[in-house]
Every structure is written in C-alpha cells, then in structure tokens.
C-alpha cells in the first residue's frame, strides 16, 4: 500500500525566523521521501509567487498567521492575511479564500499556541503532531482534544532548518494530485500523523542557530 506523507508545516527564508532557501528545502523533502510540502511563512506568501518547483514533490500553498491570540495555518491560500486580526477573523479570510484553518502546535505556549482559544472554534483542523514542539504534552494534549471531538488532524514538522523537514508529517489515505485533494482529505478526516519532534537540546540548538 503506497504511503502520501506530506509536511504540512514549514518555514524557508522568507519567514524572518528562517535561513532555509527553498532549493534547499526542496532538495531535502525529495531526500526524505515526502510526496508533497506545504510551505507556510509567517505572515507572507512570497515563497509562493516564485517559480520554486520540481516534479518529483507537489509543493502545497499556505501560510501561518499571526493573530492577536496566537498563530493560524491558512493551507491553500496564496495570498497573505492582515496580522493582528481576532482568531475569529483570520478563520474567516482563510475560509473565503477556499483555503482550510489549521490550529498549529495549539497548546504549545513556547510556539504561539492559541491554547484555550481552540475550545470555542467548531470548524478547525488541529495539528496533532509538531515536530518543533519540544514536549510531548503539547502534542498529546492537541491530539486528546482532536479525538474527542472528531476534528480533521494534520501532522507537519516546523522546520525552521533544512535538517528538520520531514520530521513530522501527515499521512494521506489517497493519493493527493493538487491541494484540492489535500484539503478535501483532511476535511473528511481521511488523515493520520507521523514522526516525531525535537528533543530540548535540539530545540536550543535550533533557537541559537537561527537567532545569532
């Protein structure tokens, strides 16, 4: 049975956190066997409007928003959302242009999580497993919380180096040909989460690297 692994969630340099060229990044999902990348930026989807492309690797749009409560995925969306909005209204911008919200590392407080927040939100996908965070609390309790109430789940590693893509992933039933059929999967549930995340150390390390 053939396995659709996409990294739902990662970062290249146009993310002001990240020093990742997207060739490089290209290069390294095709190394690790992923079928597909989505690329999501903070707040900018320039990646996307570059001609960044390779035809053994579908590589998804998308971009994580900061809101004034923490981060949102918008996955399929090619244009940036205005920061700073409610949860509520950045949701809302995603859904009007056809791209699904995803809730990253939501109970992370190192990572923006939107903790509580996601209680109120009924059409949410909830990203179960983060390779960035450094706990497995913060994933058990992402995945507790998707389970109870049968929310969508995807799994992306946050790669903010080279090194860590592929980390942590999703898993697709079918085949995904376009970012039509990842979301349509994702929505009707049709996904499982792989991998695994970064030990403290490594998140250290990662921190020192990236910010001097």
């Known amino acids: 049975m053939n396995k659709y692994i996409f990294d739902l969630h990662s970062h290249s340099h146009y993310s002001s956190d990240c020093k990742s060229h ?3 990044i290209i290069k390294q999902a095709i ?10 930026d903070h707040n900018t989807t320039k990646f ?20 004034k409560s923490g981060h949102i995925i ?17 949701i809302e911008k995603i859904i009007d242009m056809n791209g699904l919200p995803i809730a990253p590392h ?34 058990e309790k992402a995945e507790k919380w998707a389970t109870q109430n049968n929310l969508p789940v995807t ?5 903010h180096r080279i090194k860590d893509i592929g980390m942590a992933y999703t898993i697709f039933e079918n085949e995904v040909n376009n ?7 994702i929505r009707k549930r ?11 150390g490594e998140k250290f390390i990662r921190a020192f690297q990236i910010h001097f």
Do not use: C, M, W
């Open 48 to 67: 996307h409007h570059q001609n960044y492309k390779d035809n053994r690797l579908l590589i998804l749009t998308g971009v994580e928003v900061s809101t």
């Open 106 to 139: 939501p109970f992370d407080f190192t990572r923006k999580g939107i903790g509580k927040k996601i209680y109120s939100l009924e059409e949410i996908t909830v990203e179960t497993l983060n390779g960035s965070s450094p706990f497995d609390y913060f994933n």
């Open 190 to 200: 049709k996904t499982t989460v792989g991998g695994t995340h970064l030990t403290l």
């Open 74 to 90: 918008g996955l399929g969306i090619k244009e940036a959302v205005k920061k700073r909005l409610s949860i509520e209204e950045t």
């Open 155 to 159: 799994g992306g590693s946050d790669a």
């Open 179 to 185: 970012i039509d059929d990842a979301i349509e999967q």
């Open 22 to 24: 997207p060739k490089d």
């Open 31 to 40: 190394q690790q066997k992923l079928s597909g990348i989505a690329i999501t």
